[in-house]
C-alpha cells in the first residue's frame, strides 16, 4: 500500500457501499475506537443510536505506520480510485475479548470468529466519501435504500415485511413468507450475498432459486427481490438486530425473524434472536414478526408449526423439520430434496449452478 491509498478486498468494498448508500445508517463511516468499543460493550453508538456489529476497516501493521490522522486516503478497489476515509482514528483491540463480546465465543471454529481473528492487525475509523459507483457482477440483483423506498411508495404498500437469509427456498421458509403476505401489504426478500463460509450456497444458487419461486408460484404485485452484498458474521442474536436495523433503512416496516437467525451450530439458544430483537424492538423502529419453528407434519400433510399442529405433543414422530444442513448434503450428492422440503423447480434452477461456497474469498 501507498502512504496515499489503501486496496481494499471484496468485502471491504462492499462495506464501504453499504457505508454510503444508507444501508448501515446512521454510519457515515468505518466505526473509530470509541464507536468500536462502544457497539461492542452496549449495543449502541456513543450518541445512543442502536448498533451491534462492528464496522471496521482493518489494515496490516506496517501500513498502519504510513497514517496520520487527519489525513485523507483514496479507497481502490479493483484497480479504480472510489472514494476516500478521512482517517480519525488508528487503533487495534484484543481480538480473543472482543470476539466473546460479539460472537458470544472465542471458539475458533466458530465461522465468524475464525474470520475475525483472520483480519488484519490495526483497524482505521474515520468518515468515507465514494467518488464512483463501480457495477459488479451481482449489481443487476440489487437495489439500494432509496431505491427500494421509492419502489414501496409506488406500489402503495404501508407495511412491508422483510425475509433475511443466505440460502435458496425451501419449503418451511416459503410457508414464513405466505404467512407475512397474509398479514402485510408487500414482502421484501432480502438474501446476504457476501462472503459466506465453506459450505454455504453461492449467490446464483440462492437467486436462481429465489426467481424460480417468485416467478412460478407468488403473486408479482407483492414480492420483491433484491440481494444484500454483506457477508454473514454468523453472530446469532446480535446480528439479527443488526439485520433488523439494515430492513428498517431498507423501508421495511416488519422483519421475520427466524428460531435460530444468523445462527450457526449451537452457539445460540433456540429463539435467543427474536427475545433480543424484541427487546430492542422499539429502538430499532422496526417491528419484529416471530413465528414458531415450521415443519413438515405427516399427519397434517402440510408444512405447518405448533400454534396450528397437534401433533408435535400427541404423535412427535410424525413431525419432520426442514433441515438446511441436510438439504445441501443431498444437494451436494447429486440428489433431490423431496418435493415436501424444496420444490422441484427450485432444485431445478439452483443445480443449473456451481451450488456451494468451496473455501473463504477475500478478493
Given at each position: 500500500?501507498?502512504?496515499?491509498e489503501?486496496?481494499?478486498?471484496?468485502?471491504?468494498?462492499f462495506?464501504?457501499?453499504?457505508?454510503?448508500?444508507?444501508?448501515?445508517?446512521?454510519l457515515?463511516g468505518f466505526?473509530?475506537?470509541?464507536?468500536?468499543h462502544?457497539?461492542?460493550?452496549n449495543?449502541?453508538?456513543p450518541?445512543?443510536?442502536?448498533?451491534s456489529?462492528?464496522?471496521?476497516?482493518?489494515?496490516?501493521?506496517e501500513?498502519a505506520n504510513?497514517l496520520k490522522?487527519?489525513?485523507?486516503i483514496k479507497?481502490?478497489?479493483?484497480?479504480?480510485?472510489?472514494?476516500e476515509?478521512?482517517?480519525?482514528?488508528?487503533?487495534?483491540?484484543?481480538k480473543?475479548?472482543?470476539?466473546?463480546?460479539?460472537?458470544?465465543?472465542?471458539?475458533s471454529?466458530?465461522?465468524?470468529?475464525?474470520?475475525?481473528?483472520?483480519t488484519?492487525?490495526?483497524?482505521i475509523?474515520?468518515?468515507v466519501?465514494?467518488?464512483?459507483?463501480?457495477?459488479?457482477?451481482?449489481?443487476h440483483?440489487e437495489?439500494?435504500?432509496?431505491?427500494?423506498?421509492d419502489?414501496f411508495?409506488?406500489?402503495?404498500?404501508?407495511?412491508i415485511?422483510?425475509?433475511?437469509?443466505?440460502?435458496?427456498p425451501?419449503?418451511?421458509?416459503?410457508?414464513?413468507?405466505?404467512m407475512?403476505?397474509?398479514?402485510?401489504?408487500?414482502l421484501l426478500i432480502?438474501?446476504?450475498?457476501?462472503?459466506?463460509?465453506?459450505?454455504?450456497?453461492?449467490?446464483?444458487?440462492?437467486?436462481?432459486?429465489?426467481?424460480?419461486?417468485?416467478?412460478?408460484f407468488y403473486?408479482?404485485?407483492s414480492?420483491?427481490?433484491?440481494?444484500?452484498?454483506?457477508?454473514?458474521?454468523?453472530?446469532?442474536?446480535?446480528e439479527?438486530l443488526?439485520?433488523a436495523?439494515i430492513r428498517?433503512?431498507y423501508?421495511?416496516?416488519?422483519?421475520?425473524?427466524?428460531?435460530?437467525?444468523?445462527?450457526?451450530?449451537?452457539?445460540?439458544?433456540?429463539?435467543d434472536?427474536?427475545?433480543?430483537?424484541?427487546?430492542?424492538?422499539?429502538?430499532l423502529?422496526?417491528?419484529?414478526?416471530?413465528?414458531?419453528?415450521?415443519y413438515?407434519?405427516?399427519?397434517c400433510n402440510?408444512?405447518t408449526?405448533?400454534?396450528?399442529?397437534?401433533?408435535?405433543?400427541?404423535?412427535?414422530?410424525?413431525?419432520?423439520?426442514?433441515?438446511?444442513?441436510?438439504?445441501r448434503s443431498?444437494?451436494?450428492?447429486?440428489l433431490?430434496p423431496?418435493?415436501?422440503?424444496?420444490r422441484?423447480?427450485?432444485v431445478?434452477?439452483?443445480?443449473?449452478?456451481?451450488?456451494?461456497?468451496?473455501e473463504?474469498i477475500?478478493?
Open positions: 500500500m501507498k502512504m496515499n489503501i486496496l481494499l478486498s471484496q468485502n471491504q468494498f462495506e464501504v457501499d453499504k457505508i454510503t448508500n444508507g444501508s448501515y445508517f446512521p457515515s466505526m473509530t475506537e470509541k464507536e468500536f462502544s457497539v461492542i460493550d449495543y449502541t453508538l450518541d445512543g443510536n442502536i448498533f456489529i462492528p464496522i471496521f476497516l482493518d489494515i496490516s501493521r501500513d504510513n490522522i487527519d489525513s485523507s479507497l481502490i478497489y479493483d484497480g479504480n480510485s472510489i472514494g476515509i478521512l482517517v480519525e482514528s488508528i487503533f487495534s483491540c484484543d480473543k475479548k472482543c470476539a466473546k463480546n460479539i460472537y458470544g465465543t472465542d471458539d471454529m466458530h465461522p465468524g470468529v475464525n474470520a475475525f481473528y483472520k488484519k492487525e490495526i483497524f475509523g474515520g468518515r466519501t465514494i467518488k464512483k459507483k463501480l457495477i459488479h457482477e451481482l449489481s440483483y437495489l439500494t435504500p432509496s431505491q427500494t423506498k419502489i411508495k409506488e406500489k402503495k404498500w404501508n407495511t415485511a422483510a425475509f433475511h437469509t443466505r440460502n435458496p425451501h419449503c418451511a421458509h416459503e410457508w414464513l413468507q405466505r407475512a403476505l397474509e398479514s402485510y401489504d408487500g432480502h438474501p446476504i450475498l457476501g462472503q459466506k463460509k465453506p459450505g454455504d450456497f453461492l449467490p446464483m444458487s440462492v437467486i436462481k432459486g429465489y426467481e424460480s419461486l417468485i416467478s412460478n403473486p408479482s404485485d414480492v420483491m427481490l433484491s440481494a444484500l452484498t454483506t457477508s454473514g458474521r454468523y453472530a446469532g442474536p446480535r439479527a443488526f439485520h436495523l428498517r433503512n423501508g421495511c416496516t416488519h422483519i421475520i425473524i427466524g428460531r435460530d437467525h444468523a445462527g450457526v451450530g449451537n452457539y445460540y439458544g433456540m429463539y434472536s427474536q427475545n433480543l430483537c424484541i427487546e430492542y424492538e422499539d429502538a423502529g422496526i417491528k419484529i414478526i416471530k413465528y414458531k419453528e415450521p413438515f407434519c405427516w399427519i402440510t408444512v408449526n405448533e400454534s396450528v399442529c397437534r401433533h408435535i405433543t400427541s404423535d412427535p414422530s410424525s413431525i419432520e423439520y426442514i433441515s438446511g444442513s441436510k438439504i443431498l444437494l451436494s450428492d447429486g433431490k423431496p418435493p415436501h422440503v424444496m422441484p423447480e427450485v431445478e434452477a439452483i443445480q443449473s449452478n456451481n451450488m456451494f461456497v468451496s473463504h477475500n478478493n
